[in-house]
């Protein structure tokens, strides 16, 4: 049966970084225009899959499969598509896994649009300081939700899938270093240009639509090969979502695909058909013919408008400078047990609520002050707006972003959290300020990362 | 039904170290100088006579074992962990052993040395967990207290910021009356607190407890037994001890002016004493003044002032040396600094020396009834001891 795409949902982190402000730290000279996106210090690969998966909608519960794709994954060995899937409520019998690569993130489009299920694709971009890898990154994440039908909620049909594989060493990352190696450049284009050529007769004669698509978009680390790629395609449609991209948010390695992919089909009309391109060892293809007009209403809309970082803070959040921690007792490692028993409450957010009383607990709680005990259900407050009850800046808690800012947040039930507030400053919050929950990572203890849920201003996101 | 404690054990001596940065003392140094000072106030009392020791410390020892280590004592002894409020617990469990006749003499002492662990503030060790509470220091959980109390009666924030420097302003003329075993004991101008570069919301370290080590400890016996060890006991009239649902916070309508914990452990307390008018019946009392928006808050949930008026009071001196209450007369947790497992019983140290006519320059004039108020947490999720004291029986 025909996969149809039925959501698709992006995130981009609240800060940027301009490339002006990269130059003029670098080399004294403030020249190139547009920014870079910048993951917050307390996000990473699996908060913002997360973050974007969580955007798709209901759907994503009854998902049997989820494909993870990354580059900067926070743990090796342990697959952390399972963290993404604990934190986003599917169900109990999904499937989850973990790509890796740059090639990985059209890989989970791929898998997912042939099974069905989400492709959650989520990177950061990190290059040494005045490489092109650093200036023309970017850092966010795409989901896409496929499953089965043309029918009701579909946003655009699978037309098929197209694969041109080389081994070439066009770009590589040795274990333990947090930047890129890069082929010469003209060599790159050669190969890359001769596989995409290819790769595009390949997919016509394989979903028998061998015209020239409406748009398509080309994911590729370097911007002018990019352009000139899709350029190369002929299709009339697709800078449209490519230039802007690179221009204010940047390659974001193997989320890069996808969140070209979110912005070709937001201008995308009915009828239309998208090829999204993927060119890196070879070229990968995939083929969507649209079903409904763009913009999806269900995903979040970018707004483009974040917060403006220095260099310095950029370098820091990346773990690339360390900046000296305040002194405060060593933060607790994370416990496996009590984390695996309360699964429902760490990644979930879900507390409980007294069936006789209807009294609502954060964290969950047995027994209740009515009286009764082990008479709950799960109440899940992560999806929910809230009110700050009252706040206050911490200068003396440890933070890569001084001070931290608390709350005590009220969702209008009886249950009442204190949590810390993250994309806001102090001048960005007041007593009944709205808010909404964000998944991230709130610190790490020898590498590994502790997560949790932490309250930002409603719609302070460039999603 | 509860059996009351009202003049059933009195107080017979006492002993306190110096509060302070004591870098060269050890945890086991300061405990047998509390103890052992407060074996000595008893004249003729040895260390053998002492049947039975409750131990209160958070952090500076585990079990019983330093007390016998420290002491040289074949006795029982209990530690106690109670959050900030250990050593008020330390001396409530020892009273009802003596109560119910199991011992003739006991002694609750509580020791902490907090400076050694190279933070500037408690540490605790906590269980494994799932990692899942928000990390927010002490300072910031007490920091949104001031605004909340704004809110709550209408108050005007800089009248709220005045009542808070006036407090941080006379603890510490407080305490510059007690260099003897102070940690701070100078004045600090208002206008040094005022302008003081905040840390954590409006609050300043002037607005915070110092950190420091100390220890103290007090003999305990029934209260009809208590003239045969000294012609100036101190009764135990009513005490309360409280240990909140972890709910405080998130009860709508409270939101951070009061503390509901407190409340209820001061009714208990105040009805086995016999208090109905707190304000008219107690002279003097010692409070946890961790930061000054709690002393601020404490003063109406201890029933001083009337709710939405602490602010006015403090402000007026009502609960200065010379006021209707004097609060904290030997300069509380700002001038003390605060060694979690002593300060409960550092606060009834004061407590014996105003009842008994002994503070010197501090001494409030004729006091009949005290109160000492120990508590642990944090604004939300806290344990509470009230204790209210005299002079005479019956």
Redesign the interface.
């Known amino acids: 049966m025909t996969k149809t795409l039925l959501a698709y949902a992006t995130y981009l982190p609240h800060y940027r970084l301009t490339r002006s402000t990269i130059n003029a730290a670098l080399k004294g000279i403030p020249r190139g225009s547009g920014a870079r996106t910048v993951a917050g210090y307390d996000e990473d690969a699996v908060s913002m899959a997360v973050e974007a998966t969580r955007a798709l909608g209901a759907g994503v519960i009854e998902a049997d499969h989820l494909y993870f794709a990354t580059t900067n994954s926070p743990l090796l060995d342990k697959s952390c598509s399972l963290i993404v899937h604990a934190a986003t409520g599917m169900h109990g019998r999904a499937f989850a896994l973990d790509l890796t690569g740059l090639r990985s993130g059209f890989g989970a489009l791929k898998a997912a649009s042939e099974s069905g299920g989400v492709a959650a694709l989520a990177d950061l971009r990190t290059g040494r300081p005045g490489s092109a890898e650093e200036t023309d990154g970017g850092d966010g994440a795409a989901a896409f939700l496929f499953g089965d039908g043309v029918g009701g909620d579909a946003i655009a049909e699978v037309l098929g899938s197209a694969s041109v594989p080389r081994e070439v060493m066009d770009a590589w990352r040795t274990p333990g270093t947090s930047y890129a190696l890069i082929g010469e450049d003209r060599f790159v284009d050669h190969v890359l240009a001769h596989a995409v050529q290819e790769v595009v007769t390949e997919i016509g004669t394989r979903s028998g639509h061998t015209g020239t698509p409406t748009t398509s978009v080309v994911s590729t680390l370097n911007r002018r090969l990019a352009n000139s790629l899709r350029a190369s395609i002929g299709s009339e449609g697709g800078s449209e979502a490519q230039d802007p991209h690179r221009e204010n948010t940047g390659y974001c390695g193997a989320a890069d695909v996808g969140l070209l992919l979110a912005s070709a089909l937001d201008t995308a009309r009915a009828g239309d058909t998208v090829l999204v391109v993927s060119a890196g060892g070879g070229a990968d293809a995939l083929l969507l013919r649209v079903l409904k007009d763009g913009p999806y209403a269900g995903g979040r809309r970018p707004d483009r408008v974040g917060k403006e970082i220095g260099y310095h803070q950029h370098l820091t959040w990346r773990g690339e400078v360390a900046r000296e921690p305040a ?3 060593e ?2 490692s ?2 496996a ?3 695996y ?2 699964s429902a ?2 990644f979930g957010l879900t507390g409980s609520q007294c069936l006789e009383c209807g009294k609502v ?3 969950p709680a047995r027994v209740c ?1 009515c009286g009764a005990v082990d008479q709950t259900k799960p109440f899940s407050v992560a999806d929910l707006t809230g009110t700050i ?9 440890d933070s890569p972003a001084p ?2 800012l ?1 709350a ?1 947040i ?1 969702f209008g039930t ?7 507030l993250t994309d806001a400053s102090p001048a960005d919050i007041a ?1 009944g300020t709205e808010i909404e929950m964000t998944f991230r990572r ?2 790490a203890v020898d590498g590994v990362p ?1 997560y ?1 849920w932490k309250a930002r201003p409603r719609d302070r996101s460039s999603q | 039904m509860t059996a009351s404690m009202r003049d059933r054990i009195a107080i017979v001596g006492m002993g306190c170290t110096k509060f302070g940065e004591l870098w060269d003392k050890s945890a086991d140094d300061l405990l047998i100088e509390a103890a052992l000072d407060a074996i000595a106030s008893v004249p003729g009392l040895r260390k053998d006579d002492v049947d039975a020791y409750w131990y209160s410390t958070v952090a500076s020892g585990h079990a019983g074992l330093p007390v016998a280590k420290a002491l040289k004592v074949e006795r029982p002894v209990t530690r106690v962990e109670n959050f900030c409020a250990s050593g008020s617990d330390a001396f409530r469990n020892a009273a009802f052993a003596v109560a119910a006749g199991v011992y003739d003499v006991a002694m609750a002492v509580g020791v902490e040395k907090i400076k050694d662990s190279g933070y500037s503030g408690l540490t605790l060790n906590v269980p494994p967990g799932d990692n899942t509470a928000t990390e927010v220091s002490n300072p910031a959980a007490y920091a949104m207290l001031p605004a909340a109390y704004s809110r709550a009666y209408g108050v005007d924030p800089g009248d709220v910021r005045r009542a808070l420097t006036h407090i941080a302003w006379r603890n510490h003329a407080n305490g510059a009356r007690n260099p003897e075993r102070a940690q701070y004991a100078s004045v600090v101008p208002k206008e040094k607190i005022e302008k003081a570069p905040r840390i954590a919301g409006n609050l300043s370290v002037f607005d915070c407890s110092g950190v420091s080590d100390g220890a103290a400890a007090a003999i305990i016996v029934r209260a009809e037994d208590a003239l045969q060890y000294t012609d100036k006991p101190i009764y135990l009239k009513g005490m309360s001890l409280y240990a909140g649902m972890s709910n405080g916070a998130a009860t709508a309508g409270v939101e951070h002016a009061s503390f509901p914990e407190v409340v209820q452990c001061a009714a208990a307390a105040y009805a086995e004493a016999g208090i109905t008018n707190p304000r008219e019946q107690i002279s003097m009392a010692e409070v946890h003044d961790c930061f000054t928006p709690t002393e601020l808050i404490l003063m109406e949930d201890l029933g001083f002032a009337e709710r939405g008026r602490a602010w006015r009071d403090v402000l007026d001196g009502d609960f200065d040396l010379d006021g209707a209450v004097a609060v904290n007369p030997d300069g509380g947790l700002k001038s003390f600094g605060h060694p979690v497992g002593a300060s409960g019983l550092r606060m009834l140290f004061e407590l014996w020396l105003q009842l008994r006519g002994e503070a010197g320059e501090r001494q409030v004039k004729a006091p009949r009834l005290g109160l000492t108020h120990n508590m642990g947490g944090l604004p939300g999720e806290f344990v509470s001891f009230v204790g209210v004291f005299g002079n005479e029986p019956g």
């Open positions: 002194r405060r007792p933060r607790p994370v416990a047990p009590p984390a028993r309360n409450w760490k607990y954060l964290p002050a009850v009252t706040q206050t800046t911490d200068g003396v808690s001070p931290a608390a005590l009220d009886t249950g009442r959290l204190l949590l810390e007593d709130t610190y502790n949790f």
